[in-house]
């Protein structure tokens, strides 16, 4: 199997506070995890490319300063919105790919609903 | 980069068939298909790694037209439970990958 985890599943928090999400591959080793947001009856927007090891590669218009991401080990990735603002709130959801599988199928954690008052 | 699908939105009866095109302008190396139930993650449905490839699953099939830079998911016989938004994902150099605009598909007794 591919298990992928996501915690918390939901948070709400305060304008100017931070909050981490945390994304795990449970039954294998994730080289490479994906971050991406989502917007009611939107589409899921690919933030970053988080590599074990390494810095994170953005997309166009992400703020690396404000959504951290560290890939500390093979299982696991974390996602820390600082100083959070009412407009991000959103659907974070992570997913990761499993090395010398043959393609790169995204296996995706359950996501997290991010709520900023 | 996000690929674009048609149609954006499409209700069916049961029983009745659909197609969901996916178009992008970059250079495919593969194409996804997922399927996503309101407030849920996306759920996999196949992947498409060759160009011509086409694959099945149950009364699900999609094609992938390397050359044209597109692929078509096939519902045909359509059930109650294929109801929710669908998304192709295409992978490009590196290890990018991106969601396609999606496709809400209803389906009513």
């Known amino acids: 199997g591919a298990v992928v985890s996501q915690h918390p599943s939901r948070v709400i928090c305060k304008s100017g506070t931070s909050v981490k999400i945390e994304c795990r591959s449970l039954?294998?080793?994730?080289?490479?995890m994906f971050w991406y947001r989502q917007f009611p009856k939107k589409s899921l927007m690919l933030m970053a490319t988080?590599?074990?090891?390494?810095?994170?590669?953005?997309e166009q218009g992400v703020e690396k300063d404000k959504f951290l991401i560290n890939h500390a080990s093979l299982t696991l990735s974390t996602l820390t919105v600082t100083s959070a603002h009412p407009e991000d709130s959103s659907f974070y959801i992570c997913?990761?790919?499993?090395?010398?599988?043959?393609?790169?199928?995204?296996?995706f954690g359950p996501g997290t609903r991010l709520t900023v008052l | 980069q996000q690929p674009v699908q048609s149609p954006q939105a499409v209700i069916l009866r049961e029983g009745e068939d659909a197609v969901i095109n996916c178009s992008s302008s970059?250079?495919?190396?593969?194409v996804h298909w997922y399927r996503q139930k309101h407030g849920e993650a996306p759920v996999f449905l196949m992947i498409?790694?060759?160009?011509?490839e086409q694959k099945g699953h149950e009364k699900i099939s999609a094609s992938f037209n390397e050359k044209k830079q597109q692929s078509s998911l096939y519902l045909t016989a359509s059930q109650l439970s294929y109801s929710g938004t669908y998304f192709c994902?295409?992978?490009?150099?590196?290890?990018?990958?991106?969601f396609g605009t999606g496709t809400s598909l209803t389906v009513i007794p």
């Open positions: 498409l790694l060759k160009g011509g």
């Open positions: 997913s990761a790919t499993k090395p010398d599988s043959g393609s790169d199928t995204q296996y």
């Open positions: 039954d294998f080793q994730a080289t490479t």
């Open positions: 994902g295409t992978g490009g150099v590196g290890n990018q990958f991106y």
């Open positions: 988080s590599n074990e090891g390494s810095k994170a590669t953005y």
């Open positions: 970059k250079a495919l190396y593969s």
